[in-house]
């Protein structure tokens, strides 16, 4: 039996399998990830070479280099024309025949949700949402995106994505709910994920179900925990296997 058989069984003899992902999920659809060698973090921009990556996605440089922050978060966050690969639709589809308990994403794409995943948590937030940071009002999903320069809310707020930046904590709620998931699963496939950002990788010791199933292009430290793991795409793999659905 080879490894696309053997996760075709484990899905088949599952009963509440949950998928948890990261940034290699979606650089099938043209999204670069932050850590590979030609991913977000190291793409060269001269305007924002003297900064660190991670503090252009940060708490302070948000509230303290406002317009730096929006100008790098406009010319490299903006996915909204962006289409879900066939990792995204796959697990839609097993969504859809009562095959999958849930998503948990590190993403903050939306594209799960664009593919028609309705059961998504998001533990990193999401660039769909935008809120004043003062009163709260929520803006749409576009708002930063169609504006230039700061932008305020009418109560002199700044009005900023809702997305987990460096320094802030993770969404109560969602990271709540991802870990009761992955408490009640009896399958577990990791897919797209260095497992290197936490406390995002913790999650995973959240399992102590029957099937642990790593899919990610390179190794990641939880390798040697799972039942089955395969170094390949994310969208590849699942393509292999959504005839068996």
């Known amino acids: 039996m080879d490894k696309y058989e053997q996760l075709e069984e484990i899905i088949k003899t ?16 043209g999204i670069p990830d932050f850590r590979s060698a030609d991913g977000l973090y190291n793409t060269k921009d001269v305007q924002f070479e003297g900064y660190a990556p991670e503090y252009l996605l940060s708490h302070d440089c948000l509230f303290n280099e ?5 100008e790098y978060y406009r010319q490299k966050l903006d996915t909204r024309n962006i289409k879900p690969n066939k990792a995204h639709s796959v697990l839609a589809l097993m969504e859809k025949k009562g095959k999958l308990d849930g998503i948990i994403t590190q993403n903050i794409d939306g594209l799960h949700q664009k593919a028609g995943s309705h059961k998504v948590w998001e533990i990193h937030g ?6 004043c940071s003062r009163c709260g009002k929520t803006y749409p999903s576009d708002y930063i995106f ?3 320069g700061l932008p305020i809310c009418g109560c002199g707020g700044l009005i900023r994505p809702d ?10 709620d969602a990271w709540t709910q991802a870990i009761r998931l992955i408490k009640q699963a009896d399958c577990l496939i ?14 995973v010791t959240y399992f102590k179900g029957k099937h642990l199933v790593m899919i990610n292009r390179d190794q990641t430290p939880y390798d040697y925990k799972a039942d089955l793991v395969i170094h390949d795409s994310i969208g590849k793999v699942f ?7």
């Open 66 to 70: 406002s317009k730096v922050f929006f």
């Open 163 to 172: 997305v987990t930046m460096y320094g802030e904590a993770l969404p109560e």
């Open 239 to 245: 393509g292999e296997i959504e005839k068996s659905l």
């Open 126 to 131: 999401s660039t769909l949402n935008n809120y």
């Open 146 to 148: 169609n504006t230039s």
């Open 190 to 203: 990791v897919g797209g994920t260095s497992l290197s950002v936490y406390p995002a990788a913790n999650l």
């Open 14 to 29: 599952s009963s509440h399998i949950v998928f948890f992902g990261g940034a290699g999920v979606s650089t099938e659809s």
